[in-house]
């Protein structure tokens, strides 16, 4: 898809309470959300190697966001204006609305701006595009992509990187307050315009832009304005982690003069908690080497520190959880003869049947959260080859020792090749096919970490046969990292698998006992038979991040570290 032009970038807004130059805004947390259901997203935005489209200085870039609504672009919010670079790290940190059940499509574009321009003026040099989703980002937590112009053609070697951070309300969070004393003046007739950054020191001795502070005009004891900042985007969940801070006497034309930097952690950090306080000299290597009686360019002051840690959905799937899909389809008699067109499994070259249109609605969304994008696929209900026999747990692509198919259109291509080497048959026996998945999830269970969680997609055209064993079945797996999504297909009365959705009520096993956690979502498919596809996915996997988070509550296991990020990712490039 080609890009289009977008407005040029407005100048940063100064601060009114006192005389500020803001170099870069973290935005305030969101009022009381649903948890898990909805979270914000923190996206970072830096590029590399930007086409320089000015004759006598370079690019002043600003980054554009937009989302796709409805098939249309609409723009969310845009960076500030960095003067003369090209290879930027915008202190603007974009907030967008977070929901698993949903593809969300984001477009970044990136423009020389002329600052004072209008919108949609030619001033404005467009200087590459991409697209990914915003599942894609938070799942990989940092995208490295090349820029393209239009008509898909590559903006020279221009890159842009994009790193999400998740916040919901005040999760997550730390609060921090900074000043300065007597710090060096750099200005030759007015005192410096100090303003502060914090950067994260990666495992690969990287440096990530962590926040950059407001500027604070002709001022050598500046006092910044509190901020917030992630726990997991300021250390990485390593309270250990080294951390570097630096003073920059700010500059208009980009050309900022260092002040001084200081080493410290999170750990160090906390230590400001309460009525305590904390301060570090601001020092500059070539000044302690060169001057005998040098002892500081100033001191930096942590006033206040205020932290808050509850853990989400998020946290788990930036912790590098994985959401591992298995799909398991109804083969039995009563969804009619393949061949004939009023055949639930009937093939239609023209138009999908409601087995595909389910399995692709719910798979587009989990694809995103599964790294090797292999899914396994069963079946059940059906005599199979070679002795014919029934099974209600076979893989539809036969081949027992790996049931995983290549991506979602690998499940399509196994279910359309193995409807004619079955029989349908019966009876609708789901048990089996939940036993086995939580066979795999009790083996990630013993792992004691928030590493795998596996969400089993049961279609099946009629209610079950074996319904006590399926209650039992499903009680044992509410023990375990497991979700279940169940899609009634076809007009059969699907009354009596309500019992197995717990939202009417507690779901007992035979014996009385009950389900730890709600992990059943019942829907009858023609109730969406008519709507978009994203409907129905929407209504299904609605409630997966809140049993995500349930399980790992229960179990009192924390998300996991992030991996270490790798410079690149798989995302397609636009056509």
């Known amino acids: 898809m080609p ?10 807004r100064p601060a009114t309470h006192r005389s500020t130059a803001t170099m870069g805004e973290t935005p305030e947390p969101s009022p009381q959300a649903p948890l898990a259901v909805l979270s914000k997203v923190e996206l970072r935005v830096s590029c590399k190697h930007l086409l320089d489209r000015d004759t006598l200085n370079k690019s002043d870039p600003c980054v554009l966001l937009l989302m796709q609504s409805q098939g249309q672009w609409m723009e969310v919010d845009r960076s500030e204006i960095i003067k003369s670079n090209l290879n930027p790290v915008f202190a603007k940190i974009f907030t967008v609305d977070y929901y698993f059940e949903e593809v969300q499509k984001l477009r970044f574009e990136v423009y020389d701006s002329h600052g004072h321009a209008g919108v949609g003026t030619h001033d404005d040099d467009f200087l590459g595009g991409m697209e990914c989703t915003v599942g894609q980002i938070v799942a990989q937590k940092r995208v490295t992509k090349p820029l393209f112009l239009k008509y898909g053609k590559f903006a020279g070697k221009s890159t842009i990187t994009v790193i999400s951070e998740e916040i919901s309300g005040n999760n997550g969070y730390v609060e921090l307050a900074f000043r300065a004393k007597k710090l060096d003046d750099k200005d030759l007739f007015s005192k410096s315009d100090p303003f502060l950054e914090i950067y994260r020191i990666d495992d690969d001795r990287s440096e990530q832009l962590v926040y950059r502070t407001e500027v604070v005009k002709n001022n050598l004891s500046p006092i910044w304005e509190p901020f917030k900042v992630s726990l997991n985007s300021l250390c990485s969940c390593e309270e250990k982690r080294k951390l570097r801070c630096v003073v920059w006497d700010y500059d208009s034309r980009g050309k900022h003069d260092f002040i001084g930097e200081f080493f410290t952690t999170f ?5 400001a908690m309460g009525e305590n306080k904390v301060q570090w000299d601001c020092m500059n290597p070539k000044y302690k080497i060169k001057k005998r009686n040098y002892k500081n360019s ?4 942590l006033l206040d520190l205020k932290i808050h840690r509850v853990y989400s959905f998020l946290d788990y799937i930036m912790g590098g959880c994985q959401i591992h899909f298995t799909v398991a389809i109804d083969f039995t008699a009563s969804n009619g003869d393949p061949r004939n067109s009023c055949s639930l499994h009937y093939i239609n070259p023209y138009q999908p049947n409601e087995y595909l249109k389910a399995l692709v609605a719910v798979g587009e969304i989990c694809q995103d959260y599964d790294s090797d994008k292999k899914f396994s ?5 059906a005599r199979i080859p070679p002795k014919y026999e029934v099974s209600h747990d076979f893989a539809i692509n036969f081949n027992p020792d790996n049931d995983e198919c290549e991506g979602i259109q690998g499940v399509v291509e196994s279910y359309q090749s193995c409807l004619p080497k079955i029989q349908l048959y019966g009876p609708t026996n789901v048990a089996p096919i939940i036993s086995k998945v939580a066979r795999v999830a009790a083996n990630e269970e013993r792992t004691k970490e928030a590493s ?3 969400i089993l997609l049961i279609l099946t055209d009629g209610v079950v046969t074996d319904m006590a064993d399926t209650r039992e079945a499903i009680v044992r797996a509410s023990y375990l990292p497991m979700s279940i999504i169940i899609v009634g297909v076809g007009n059969a009365d699907f009354t009596d698998m309500q019992i197995l959705d717990g939202d009417d009520g507690i779901l007992r096993s035979p014996k009385g006992e009950p389900v730890l956690r709600d992990i059943v979502q019942f829907v009858p498919f023609r109730e969406f038979k008519n709507a978009s596809p994203t409907a ?4 299904v996997l609605a409630e997966v991040p809140k049993q995500v988070v349930e399980y790992y509550s229960y179990k009192a296991f924390p998300p996991r570290c992030p991996q270490p990020d790798t410079p690149d990712s798989n995302l397609s490039s636009p056509q």
Request: net charge neutral.
């Open 3 to 12: 890009f289009s032009h977008g407005a040029a970038c407005p100048p940063s």
């Open 267 to 271: 750990e160090e950090m906390q230590k």
């Open 298 to 301: 100033g001191v930096v002051v």
């Open 377 to 381: 696929a069963l079946g059940f209900g």
């Open 452 to 454: 795998q969680y596996f």
């Open 536 to 539: 129905l996915a929407k209504c």
